[in-house]
């Protein structure tokens, strides 16, 4: 049972809860005394935890490695911020627990996401397409997206974020179709948003806190090309799945990005591949921009300067320090 959340810690009071472990290192002090430096969370925020018994610090670095859940006991006080003086640890059982409890995870509800999701690729009637959805989208598959991040910074990073971001994306191309569609393929349009960021699921790690990217990621090109490349071998499984029709869809992953700089293999040659770039970006950019305005605390009417959009944000003054409304009962049960 979670008890005690991050964004209800305050100083001086006594803490005896769950907390993911982020970020664990041994250091010393000026007196040369051994201290453990901690970084705990879940899923309303971060906190600097210390050991600064020595053999507890040491007992406790060889027992905790990022990724674990910890029972933490201790006192938090205010010194740079929040802070834990931790007093006793033990490491859990991961697998009792709720994993996005322990991490940033979307406000919405992700059974109901995953509802209009399967509504939206339904709709989809070209029999090579329906198969194909069907074949990649499977149970076991679509628990595993659901609970996946789109990044792990910048847009939609959090667990149910590429849900989030694939629906937002799917429901800007049905609009284009239905605004401006007279050329546009509109099964082929919605297939490829359902599918574009599919690589995501390897290119970072899905099962962390802190969805670092894999080395799948980091060498092989990154989501774009693990997309593609689970694309090709799910669309073997497809009988007599058209030649042309694959390529159109491969094109569709690869350029979605819309420009080599932005991490395109190819910028977008096809009306459908030109709808599904600006479906993506605005998306991202939205939700980006939200997160900012969501997370300004203050009374100055400028965000912090983001460095991605290279500027900071007016925010209106009703705007300011909204409150949270996703943080769950103290008293909820995994
Ligand atoms: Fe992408
Ligand atoms: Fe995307």
Same mark, same amino acid.
Do not use: G, Q, V
């Given at each position: 049972m979670k008890t005690q959340w991050v964004k209800s810690l305050h100083p001086g009071l006594e803490v005896a809860t769950y907390f993911g472990v982020f970020d664990i290192s041994l250091a010393k002090t000026k007196n040369g005394l051994k201290y453990l430096k901690l970084l705990l969370g879940d899923r309303t925020g971060t906190i600097e935890a210390r050991v600064w018994d020595p053999d507890l610090a040491e007992e406790v670095y060889h027992m905790l490695a990022p990724g674990d859940i910890a029972v933490i006991r201790g006192t938090v006080i205010e010194f740079n911020g929040l802070q834990i003086n931790v007093e006793h640890c033990r490491k859990t059982d991961k697998s009792r627990l709720n994993l996005n409890d322990f991490r940033p995870t979307t406000e919405k509800d992700i059974p109901a996401l995953l509802k209009e999701f399967t509504a939206k690729i339904s709709k989809v009637a070209n029999p090579y397409l329906k198969t194909l959805l069907e074949t990649i989208f499977e149970p076991k598959f679509l628990e595993q997206f659901a609970h996946a991040? *789109?990044?792990?910074?910048?847009?939609?990073?959090? *667990?149910g974020g590429l849900l989030e971001h694939t629906i937002e994306v799917m429901e800007y191309c049905f609009k284009v179709i239905e605004v401006q569609g007279e050329f546009i393929d509109p099964d082929l349009l919605i297939t490829g948003a359902a599918i574009h960021d599919l690589g995501k699921l390897w290119e970072y790690d899905q099962n962390g806190f802190t969805f670092q990217r894999t080395k799948e990621g980091r060498l092989l090109g990154g989501h774009v090309i693990l997309g593609r490349d689970f694309l090709r071998e799910k669309v073997k499984l497809v009988k007599n799945f058209p030649k042309e029709l694959s390529l159109h869809l491969e094109h569709l992953i690869l350029s979605h990005h819309g420009q080599r700089e932005w991490g395109a293999v190819e910028e977008p040659k096809t009306l459908e591949a030109i709808a599904l770039h600006h479906a993506d970006l605005l998306s991202a950019r939205i939700n980006q921009v939200g997160c900012l305005i969501k997370n300004h605390i203050g009374s100055t009417c400028w965000t912090n300067y983001d460095r991605y959009l290279g500027r900071s944000l007016f925010v209106p003054e009703k705007q300011h320090t909204p409150k949270r409304t996703d943080l769950p009962p103290e008293s909820e049960t995994q």
């Open positions: 991040t *789109a990044a792990r910074k910048i847009h939609h990073c959090y *667990a």
